[in-house]
């Protein structure tokens, strides 16, 4: 259970990070509650952090896909 919050909080900063850019004024911790996102799959399909509550989650991510470098 502590890794999966670990591998959420990390995917939450992530998404943070990429949303909303590069700024000091958002700053999670592990621990914290994920905030609210949305994000579209593979198949362009909405997807909310709150259509999983109460169920396991990992949300993984692709930095640098589909960019060069």
């Given at each position: 259970m502590k890794l999966l919050m670990i591998i959420i909080a990390v995917a939450v900063i992530v998404?943070?990070?990429?949303?909303?850019?590069?700024?000091?004024?958002?700053?999670?911790?592990v621990g914290d509650p994920a905030p609210f996102f949305e994000l579209k799959d593979q198949n362009d399909k909405t997807r909310r952090l709150s259509d999983y509550a109460e169920k396991r989650l990992v949300v993984y991510f692709f930095p640098m896909a589909d960019t060069p470098g």
């Amino acid at each position: 259970m502590k890794l999966l919050m670990i591998i959420i909080a990390v995917a939450v900063i992530v998404t943070v990070t990429l949303v909303f850019g590069f700024s000091s004024n958002i700053v999670l911790k592990v621990g914290d509650p994920a905030p609210f996102f949305e994000l579209k799959d593979q198949n362009d399909k909405t997807r909310r952090l709150s259509d999983y509550a109460e169920k396991r989650l990992v949300v993984y991510f692709f930095p640098m896909a589909d960019t060069p470098g």
